[in-house]
């Protein structure tokens, strides 16, 4: 099963029923659960959905960063046409940074407080890229000042506590594109950024994809940001992909009742709105999964079979979609 | 310059010419040997703030220009280099240290970074009840457990949450869980640094609503920063937008946002991403990257201002008071040449109806 449309190029990443569990005490815990998606070079693809519904994991699987108790349990993932999921971790640490780029949630964690910003960018750089150290300090300014960094080479060599909140973000950004990989995961690359400097970053990611052939998953909660960037997107819901497809078909027409929720409850300016409207209760938890569509106890078009079976992923109009009022038309 | 109307009590918070200036020189001994100067970062400049009891005035502007900054003077994680915060009636920043503690408990911060501020090594009911602990709030074990299960329901995890550990949460219910380590002191004011942004939106919805609620129920008081234009407009009612460390335009949100006056925020309101307009390359903010290491003379903005001309690159606006209750520091306002309808300046306002419109088709 194949998420691209007519004859496509072979694919950069290639995700096959990725499944990932925590051991705990009482058994293993299924965080995601069975997702399948490719990833053409040049492309973007946005990953959006609740908070807890496994975007994150899966980039960290992808990047093969995830840590104990938390392991792949099953599926397969290649990239450039090798499987890398069962890489070991030397040669998944020399895939990092060089091909696979990663830009972490938390742009606190993966700074290191103790060296300047310079002298992590300069390291990152000749790890990957035979320069000097002067040819590596002048791609390092020149990267600082891609990412909107004012005065760069006044501020190069200054500490991360010394950067503003956005600013950190990003300068991890910069660590990550500085050695030009193909893949880019992005998760919520720009949360702390206005939307001035957030056009910038997102420009930088774009034009890599459209220079370099670059490929992208973008992980963000920000609809505008999906919408204004990426090719595809997919929309994540208690570890499954609920609904992938073109953007412009998901943004304006979802067909998953999650996704419709999801876009309902996106403020806006000047809707002088008393209440937003919330997708009313909360995902479920890992040790409490329902029976059935995951979404069933908040669905306001839930029925019967909902709570009786998974809907499995079949295809609409460009995309597919897991949701048991769709199981009925035809492929 | 105030912001409340003559009716309005005397406000909660008062902000008075607070300034921090950040010294970023070398060693005084690599000075001498590499003959560089001293290095000054002025982050924030004279800012005047008036926040009413029960009222949330939001921050907005660049990244860098100075709003963290803000919110840490205001609660006291740093020190004032001139200018003073007054909290019902009191100069925090005139106040000994050991009389502190009393405010600790009436004003509440959420960071910008929710994992740093979690103690990894701690449960996560720990780091919610500290606070419970050290004000007194709760006098039971048994008191304290239900009352961490409902905080941590209240921001929509549950209260078996509480045994984990924060690494074992997703970047959005870390942000909830220091939320929920936030309210639980029952405090007065809340300063607000980027509370939502790494929530998807209808977790964010369910958090937002909440702290409206808040609001209603308990008369809460918010200092509230976000980059976020749709989630200030829900939430304020009153703006200060910032720029290199000064405030620019301040005044009733829906003002702000219906008529912006500096061309500043003309450029931020126009700036707004647009689901509705799917994919397209926005228009670039033109003009250098303002430097607070070294700001230009003048207005800070001129560099990047269709209307500046040479007073603005010399006289730096001071704020004036304008009609609908606003402060802006402009002088093309001020001189009635910053038309806001006819010719608009190229590059700033892109669209006649000033008023920023995000909506899903
Ligand atoms: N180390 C861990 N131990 C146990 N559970 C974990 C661990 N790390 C993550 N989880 C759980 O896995 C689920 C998915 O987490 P993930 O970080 O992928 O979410 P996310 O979709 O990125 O959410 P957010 O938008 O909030 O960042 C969450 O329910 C989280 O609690
Ligand atoms: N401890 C510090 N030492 C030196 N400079 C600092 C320090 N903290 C902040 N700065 C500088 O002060 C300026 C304002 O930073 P601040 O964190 O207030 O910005 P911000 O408006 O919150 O930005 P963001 O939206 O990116 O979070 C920045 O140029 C920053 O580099
Ligand atoms: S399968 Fe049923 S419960 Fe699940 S989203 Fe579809 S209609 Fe709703
Ligand atoms: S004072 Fe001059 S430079 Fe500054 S914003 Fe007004 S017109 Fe532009
Ligand atoms: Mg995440
Ligand atoms: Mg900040």
């Known amino acids: 099963m194949t998420f691209s449309t007519s004859s496509p190029p072979a694919p950069l990443l290639s995700v096959r029923d990725l499944s990932i569990c925590f051991d705990t005490r009482h058994g293993p815990l299924r965080a995601v659960d069975g997702i399948t998606f490719d990833l053409a070079p040049g492309e973007i693809l946005g990953m959006v959905g609740e908070s ?71 390291q990152t750089i000749r790890t990957h890229m035979p320069l000097s150290r002067e040819a590596a300090r002048k791609r390092a300014i020149s990267f600082l000042e891609e990412v909107g960094i004012p005065a760069p080479e006044a501020r190069i060599d200054q500490y991360p506590h010394q950067f503003s909140g956005g600013m950190r973000q990003r300068v991890v950004i910069a660590l990550a594109l500085c050695a030009e990989p193909s893949l880019v995961i992005a998760d919520e690359p720009t949360t702390a950024l206005d939307v001035s400097i957030q056009a ?49 078909k998901v943004v304006r027409d979802p067909h998953h009742p999650y996704t419709t ?70 492929a | 310059m105030t912001m409340t109307d003559a009716s309005q ?19 005084f001994l690599n000075r001498l040997i590499e003959r560089k100067g001293m290095q000054h970062l002025r982050a924030v400049d004279g800012l005047d703030i008036e926040i009413p009891r029960g009222k949330t005035f939001s921050l907005v502007g660049e990244s860098g220009c100075g709003k963290s900054t803000v919110a840490k003077l205001v609660v006291g994680l740093h020190v004032a280099t001139a200018g003073e ?13 050991a009389e502190r503690g009393t405010f600790r408990k009436r004003i509440q911060m959420i960071f910008q970074d929710p994992y740093a501020s979690l103690n990894p090594r701690w449960r996560v009911r720990d780091i919610i009840a500290e606070p419970l602990r050290s004000f007194g709030i709760t006098n039971s074990r048994a008191e304290e457990r239900e009352e961490v299960g409902r905080l941590l329901e209240m921001v929509g995890l549950s209260a078996q949450d509480g045994e984990k550990f924060p690494h074992q949460f997703s970047g959005g219910q870390r942000q909830r869980i220091s ?57 304020s009612d009153y703006v200060g937008v910032m720029y290199l460390g000064r405030l620019v335009e301040a005044g009733p949100a829906e003002r702000i946002f219906s008529a912006p006056e500096h061309p500043y925020t003309r450029l931020l309101m126009d700036t707004v991403p647009d689901i509705a ?17 070294n700001p230009p003379p003048g207005c800070s903005f001129n560099p990047r201002c269709p209307l500046a001309n040479a007073r603005c690159r010399e006289s730096a606006p001071e704020l004036i008071a304008r009609a609908g209750g606003t402060v802006v520091a402009c002088h093309a306002v001020a001189e009635g040449r910053a038309d806001l309808t006819g010719t608009a300046p190229a590059g700033i306002v892109g669209r006649d109806e000033p008023t920023a419109c995000r909506g899903a088709a």
Request: net charge negative.
């Open chain 2, 277 to 293: 307009m799917g994919r397209r390359d926005r228009a670039p903010v033109t003009g250098e990257v303002p430097n607070p290491i």
């Open chain 1, 52 to 122: 807890g519904a496994g975007k994150s994991l899966t980039g960290t699987a992808i990047t093969g960063l995830l840590e104990r108790p938390g392991r792949i349990d099953r599926g397969e993932i290649h990239f450039e046409g090798q499987r890398i999921d069962t890489l070991g971790a030397e040669e998944m640490r020399r895939l990092r940074g060089r091909k696979i780029g990663a830009i972490f949630q938390d742009p606190l964690t993966s700074l290191n407080p103790l060296m300047t910003v310079g002298q992590q960018l300069v």
């Open chain 2, 85 to 97: 915060v007054r909290f019902d009636g009191t100069d925090l920043t005139a106040l000994p240290a």
């Open chain 1, 261 to 330: 929720g999801l876009m309902q409850s996106i403020p806006r300016v000047g809707s002088g709105a008393e209440r937003l409207t919330q997708i009313d209760g909360a995902m479920p938890r890992l040790t409490a999964l329902p029976d059935g569509c995951a979404f069933h106890p908040r669905c306001p078009r839930a029925f019967a079979e909902c709570s009786r079976s998974k809907p499995a992923s079949l295809p609409v109009e460009g995309g597919h979609v897991a949701c048991h009022l769709y199981q009925g038309e035809p």
């Open chain 2, 179 to 235: 939320i929920a380590r936030a309210i639980s002191s029952r405090p007065e004011f809340l300063v607000c640094d980027e509370p939502t942004s790494a929530l998807d939106v209808s977790v964010q919805s369910q958090v937002l609503n909440l702290m409206r609620d808040l609001q209603d129920e308990l008369g809460l008081t918010y200092l509230f920063i976000s980059h976020d234009l749709a989630v200030v407009d829900f939430m």
């Open chain 2, 9 to 27: 009590p005397e406000p909660l918070v008062s902000v008075r010419g607070l300034s921090k200036t950040f010294d970023l020189s070398a060693p």
């Open chain 1, 200 to 248: 910038q970053i997102l420009d930088l990611l774009k034009r890599m994809c459209r220079d370099h052939g670059a490929a992208v998953i973008l992980v963000t909660h920000d609809m505008g940001v999906i919408a204004e960037t990426a090719d595809r997107v997919a929309v994540m819901y208690s570890g499954r992909v609920v609904e992938i497809g073109p953007v412009e």
